[in-house]
C-alpha cells in the first residue's frame, strides 16, 4: 500500500522538494505524498531519530528520499544544508516551509523569552530558509515556496506569540512573492485550521479537554481536518497548476472563521466526508481518547 494522493503519478518527476519540519505530522505526510509523485524529498528536522523513521517509511514504499539534522532557527546550520541538498541533488524546486510550533497560554503569561522563541521558530527561522533557497539557487532557476500559517483570522486567544509570527510569515509571504517574481519564483501560504496531526499530542494535559471538546463544535464543518487535506493543498501550490498563483492563502479549515458567534446557529453538518490519502496516518492520542471515552 503507497499513498493515495488525487494527483497525477510522476507529477514531480526529476525534483526536489526541501520539507522543513518533515519528521512528523503535516511535514511528514507531505514529504510521502510528494515522494509517492516522484520528487526527491529532502527532509529537514532536528530530530536524527524521527527523520531516519520518515526516510525508512518511504524508502520503503518505493520513494527518494534524504535526511538532513538542522535547527531553521540556527543560520549557518540552514547554509549549511541548503548547500548539502544542491550540492547532493543539482537543484531545489520546491520548498514547504513547516517547522514551527507554539504552546496554549494566556497572553499576559507568556514570558518575553517564550514570545521571543516562538517567533524564532515560526518566524525567523522560515525567513532564513527562504531566503538562503532564493539566494543559492531560486533566484537564477526558479522555484515554488509555500509557507505554513495558521488560522489567525480575527485573531488567536492564548496564542498571541504564534498568531503574531504566522501573521509576521504571511505579509512576509506577500513581500517575497512580489519581489521574487522576476525571478520566476512564487510564493504562497497555507494555512491550516484544527487538523487531527501529531502536533496535537505534544499539548500539556490540561488543554486535553479543550482540544477534544471545545474546538470543533465552533467549525462549520464540525470536524478536525486530515493531514492528507492540508497536503493536497501544499502540493497544488507546488504543481504547475498553481502557476499564475503567488502571494496567496489557502485556509484548510472547515470554515472556521467564516462562523461569527450570535449571527447563525451552526447545524449538524452533512455529507461531507474527509479526504485521508496518507496510508500511515494515525489518530493523534489526545483524539483517540476522546473517541474511545465517548463511546
Request: contains cysteine; proline residues 3%.
Amino acid at each position: 500500500m503507497s499513498y493515495d494522493s488525487i494527483y497525477a503519478p510522476n507529477l514531480f518527476r526529476d525534483k526536489v522538494v526541501v520539507v522543513t519540519g518533515g519528521g512528523s505530522g503535516i511535514g511528514r505526510c507531505t514529504a510521502h505524498e510528494l515522494a509517492s509523485l516522484g520528487a526527491h524529498v529532502a527532509i529537514v528536522g532536528r530530530s536524527d531519530e524521527k527523520l531516519h523513521r520518515v526516510r525508512r517509511e518511504i524508502e520503503a514504499d518505493g520513494g527518494s528520499v534524504s535526511t538532513h539534522v538542522s535547527d531553521i532557527r540556527d543560520e549557518q546550520t540552514v547554509i549549511e544544508t541548503v548547500e548539502t541538498v544542491i550540492s547532493d541533488h543539482g537543484r531545489i524546486d520546491g520548498l514547504v516551509n513547516n517547522a514551527g510550533g507554539q504552546y496554549r497560554a494566556p497572553m499576559k503569561t507568556i514570558s518575553t523569552k517564550g514570545f521571543e522563541a516562538v517567533v524564532r521558530s515560526n518566524l525567523t527561522g522560515g525567513f532564513i530558509v527562504m531566503r538562503e533557497v532564493y539566494n543559492r539557487w531560486m533566484i537564477d532557476n526558479g522555484g515554488a515556496i509555500v509557507n505554513m500559517i495558521a488560522d489567525i483570522w480575527n485573531g488567536w486567544p492564548h496564542f498571541s506569540h504564534s498568531a503574531a509570527s504566522r501573521g509576521g510569515m504571511l505579509t512576509l509571504s506577500e513581500c517575497a512573492a512580489t519581489e521574487w517574481a522576476e525571478s520566476g519564483v512564487r510564493v504562497n501560504t497555507v494555512a491550516p485550521g484544527s487538523i487531527a496531526s501529531s502536533g496535537l499530542d505534544t499539548y500539556d494535559e490540561k488543554d486535553t479537554l479543550f482540544i477534544q471538546n471545545e474546538l470543533t463544535p465552533g467549525i462549520p464543518l464540525q470536524r478536525f481536518g486530515t493531514e492528507s487535506e492540508v497536503s493536497a493543498a501544499i502540493v497544488f501550490l507546488l504543481s504547475p497548476a498553481a502557476s499564475y498563483i503567488t502571494g496567496s492563502c489557502i485556509r484548510v479549515d472547515g470554515g472556521a472563521p467564516n462562523a461569527r458567534r450570535g449571527w447563525w446557529d451552526l447545524q449538524p453538518a452533512q455529507r461531507n466526508e474527509q479526504f485521508d490519502g496518507f496510508h500511515l496516518a494515525a489518530m493523534p492520542s489526545i483524539l483517540a481518547r476522546a473517541t474511545t471515552e465517548g463511546k
